[in-house]
């Protein structure tokens, strides 16, 4: 009986901690919105395709999309990174 | 327990039963408690990132003001194009997700025991401290500038009636009549706040005070997005704003509020209006906390925010020396996402993740004139660092419309950021 208890414990925990966001994807969500209903000309990245997500941050990157400041935060992450805060991105409702 | 239970009806009772109960951390048979002290733009980002984090942790939030005031943005109300409760923001949706609210100030910190002694003589324990104090002025750091003295020459440097008292004061100044602002030396809070700020009173003088100029004492010889300033300042407002930089003699040694006088080392300048923004330090909570070191400010840990005075405490947002990242709301919210994943797992007992952190910072030199600086950080030898090839500033001699972008950008931000702290 102890070891069924420990197991719900482990499930319990397991279910309670949410996977941490990748380096820097947490300070996204200073210029985009994570919810609808915010009055700003800066698209959410929620929900939107990885793919998507991480070709718009090269492109960024090397000056293809052009930008006001993207351009300049992009140039900070390598594709390794940005495709791990797209799939964040991509995983989040 | 019960005999007749099989194992499905076992687990099934537990998975329904209160997580806290069997979901303690590791090391300890109750929740983990996180205190959180100051409810700005950096506390209140660390609370709601920590309980969203691990709902089961019990974080409490101490601040003593039912109502925040936000500082970006608040140049707009000195310069008569915003009001004041655009600005402000309450707790209620805080509370509402769980994280107990405690509307108090902090009077000491007990770090052998964990516990916040608070105004009332109550007390909070705590797992992991959070300290998120802003700055406070410095009152002995510019002779002749006391608290007693801001109410006729404001600072302004934290928002709130003494932002409406500087915006009454321009209001009532005679056209013709000179403002006067001193800037001091670096760290201080929103390094480009400053030229933020004489830019949007002189926007104003030139449409409503034309006679009248701003003149900016500074104790520095260069700036923040310094070339951007200058050249919307030449373009907009040649013969409302001058700025005096420290190798011409602008650095303030004292003021006399008798006379309303700026004093440099060079002359006296007498002001119709003077907005003195002092020499600054990490807020009272952090000293409290044994966090502050000789310069005032709080060193600490650059994957975790623990400080590196006191353990167990986190320190977050302008209090901290945060390497290359400036003292803005936007450094401030990041910092508490990454503070509050670390705290989250050195409470489960696993090893924080290296973080990568960004700041973009908007200032407008006129309603529709938006200019930024951005960066990206990451901890080099124990220091943030700006990441090498990224960030810097808007570019010099873009197009109007391109400005128009940024200033739309800046509102744009200010409602996303309030609505992720406080909405």
Known sequence: MRIVVLAAVLLVSGAAARAEPPAGAGSCSGCHALGPNVATPVPRLNGRSAAELASQMQAFKTGQRPSTVMGRIAKGFSEAEAQAIAEWYAAAK | MARGFSRRQLLASLGAASV???????????????????????????????????????????????????????????????????????????????????????TGVDLEARRVALEGGTSLAYDRLIVAPGIDIRWDGLPGYTEAVASKMPHAWKAGEQTLLLRRQLEALEDGGVVVMSVPANPFRCPPGPYERASLIAHYLKARKPKSKILILDA????????????????????????????????????????????????????????????????????????????????????????????????????????????????????????????????????????????????????????????????????????????????????????????????????????????
């Open chain 2, 20 to 106: 806290t109960q069997f979901a303690a951390p590791a090391s300890a048979q109750a929740a983990a408690r996180v205190v959180v002290i100051g409810g700005g733009f950096a506390g209140a980002s660390a609370a709601r990132a920590v309980k969203a984090a691990d709902p089961r942790i019990l974080v409490s939030l101490v601040e003593s003001n039912r109502t925040f005031t936000a500082c970006p943005l608040s140049n707009l109300v000195i310069g008569g194009l915003r009001a004041l409760s655009d600005q402000q923001f309450g707790y209620d949706k805080i509370s509402a997700g769980g994280i107990e609210i405690v509307f108090a100030g902090a």
């Open chain 2, 220 to 423: 520095k010889d260069s700036f923040s997005k310094q070339r951007l300033f200058q050249e919307a300042w030449k373009e907009l407002y040649p013969d409302h704003l001058e700025w005096v930089a420290l190798s011409k003699g602008g650095r303030v040694t004292s003021v006399d509020a008798a006379t309303q006088t700026l004093i440099t080392e060079f002359g006296e300048y007498k002001a119709a209006v003077a907005n003195v923004i002092p020499p600054q330090k990490a807020g009272r909570a952090a000293e409290l906390a044994g966090a502050v070191d000789q310069t005032g400010w709080c060193p600490i840990d650059p994957v975790t925010f623990e400080s590196k005075k006191s353990p167990k405490v986190h320190v977050v947002g302008d209090a901290t020396i945060a390497g290359g990242m400036p003292k803005s709301a936007f450094s401030a919210n990041a910092q508490a996402k990454v503070c509050a994943a670390a705290v989250v797992d050195l409470l489960a007992g696993r090893a924080p993740a290296r973080p990568k952190l960004i700041n973009t910072c908007y200032s407008l030199v006129a309603p529709d004139y938006g200019i930024s600086v951005a960066g990206v950080y990451e901890p080099v030898n124990g220091v943030l660092t700006d990441v090498p090839g990224a960030g810097g500033v808007s570019p010099i001699e873009a197009p109007r419309a391109e400005r128009a972008e940024e200033a739309a950008f800046a509102q744009g931000w200010f409602n996303t950021i309030t609505a992720e702290v406080f909405g």
